[in-house]
């Protein structure tokens, strides 16, 4: 069953990230390595963050992160990503990846995250956001 990837009102349905995975991104079951859709997704996230905080920001953690279904050699994938919880110098990101299969007639989502970033200063030390 495909779970089609839906609008919402807090997320946008433009793409912050498409990629396609390489060769060297498969395991031996033929799936993409966790690790290289992690790294994708901070990319994703990083760049939502920096836009907040105007300036420079650094991954501190990632509160929830579900791979929900095996993303494929031929997958094109597209991240989303939007802005869930703000605080006074850090933010969670939502992060939502999808795979779209069999020449685009195919959506899934195969994997959703929570990562929170935080501003930093000149020092590379947190500091507020600016007004929202």
Same mark, same amino acid.
């Given at each position: 069953?495909?779970?089609?990837?839906?609008?919402?009102?807090?997320?946008?349905?433009?793409?912050?990230?498409?990629?396609?995975?390489?060769?060297?991104?498969?395991n031996?079951?033929?799936?993409?390595?966790?690790?290289?859709?992690?790294?994708?997704?901070?990319?994703?996230?990083? #760049?939502?963050?920096?836009?907040?905080?105007?300036?420079?920001?650094?991954?501190?953690? #990632?509160?929830?992160?579900?791979f #929900?279904?095996?993303?494929?050699?031929?997958?094109?994938?597209?991240?989303?990503?939007? #802005?869930?919880?703000?605080?006074?110098t850090?933010?969670?990101?939502?992060?939502?990846?999808?795979?779209?299969?069999?020449?685009?007639?195919?959506?899934?989502?195969?994997?959703?995250g929570?990562?929170?970033?935080?501003?930093?200063?000149?020092?590379?030390?947190?500091?507020?956001?600016?007004?929202?």
């Amino acid at each position: 069953m495909t779970d089609k990837a839906t609008a919402t009102p807090d997320c946008p349905r433009d793409p912050i990230l498409r990629v396609v995975p390489h060769p060297a991104d498969i395991n031996a079951n033929g799936h993409i390595f966790g690790g290289w859709v992690l790294s994708q997704m901070d990319i994703a996230g990083g #760049i939502v963050a920096g836009r907040e905080a105007q300036g420079a920001v650094a991954t501190v953690a #990632i509160e929830t992160m579900e791979f #929900i279904a095996p993303i494929l050699l031929r997958d094109i994938i597209s991240i989303y990503a939007h #802005i869930e919880r703000r605080g006074r110098t850090s933010m969670a990101i939502r992060i939502e990846v999808v795979a779209t299969r069999d020449g685009g007639r195919t959506e899934e989502r195969v994997t959703e995250g929570l990562f929170t970033f935080v501003a930093l200063d000149d020092h590379h030390r947190p500091r507020p956001l600016p007004p929202a």
